[in-house]
C-alpha cells in the first residue's frame, strides 16, 4: 500500500519517498528511505537519484559532431557479453535510451546518476567499464 505524508512525501512499504525541489518549485531528484536495510548489502539506508529529465525539457543542443558517437558498443566484463547503445532524442545524447548524457567537455559527457561517460575514436568508456564501437 501506498501512502502519502504530503505532497513531496510518500510511504510504499518500509521506504519513505522525497522529492527534493529546486528553487523555482522543479524536482531535482527523489531521496529513498528505507529503516530496514541490510548492511551487508548498502552503504546506508539513503539513496538519492537526481531528475533525469522531464517531459517539459528543453531542445538539446543537437551537436553535429554527436552524430557520429551514437550507435551501439560492445564489451565483456567478468567473462559476460554486454552491450549499450547511444542514441540521440531531441536533441540531447542518452545512454540505453534512459540516462540523458550531459557534456562536461569535448567527448566526455556525465549523466543523472553521476557515472562518466567518454568517448575516445571507437571507444567508450563508462564507468570503469570499457566498450568498443559495434557499428
Given at each position: 500500500p501506498i501512502s502519502g505524508l504530503s505532497q513531496t512525501e510518500f510511504v510504499a512499504g518500509s521506504r519513505l519517498y522525497r522529492f527534493l525541489l529546486?528553487?523555482?518549485g522543479r524536482p531535482k531528484g527523489v531521496?529513498?528511505?528505507?529503516?530496514?536495510y541490510d548492511p551487508q548489502t548498502a552503504?546506508?539506508?539513503v539513496t538519492?537519484?537526481?531528475v533525469n529529465d522531464t517531459p517539459s525539457d528543453a531542445q538539446g543542443l543537437r551537436k553535429s559532431e554527436w552524430s557520429r558517437l551514437t550507435g551501439k558498443y560492445a564489451g565483456t566484463f567478468i567473462g559476460v557479453n554486454s552491450e549499450v547503445k547511444i542514441s540521440l532524442v531531441n536533441g540531447h545524447l542518452y545512454l540505453?535510451?534512459?540516462l540523458k548524457l550531459w557534456?562536461?567537455?569535448s567527448n566526455s559527457f556525465i549523466c543523472a546518476d553521476g557515472e562518466s561517460v567518454i568517448f575516445k575514436g571507437d571507444q567508450l568508456l563508462v564507468g570503469n567499464k570499457?566498450?568498443?564501437?559495434?557499428?
Open positions: 529546486a528553487e523555482n531521496q529513498i528511505i528505507d529503516d530496514y552503504e546506508n539506508s538519492y537519484l537526481p540505453n535510451d534512459k557534456e562536461s567537455s570499457l566498450y568498443l564501437r559495434k557499428e
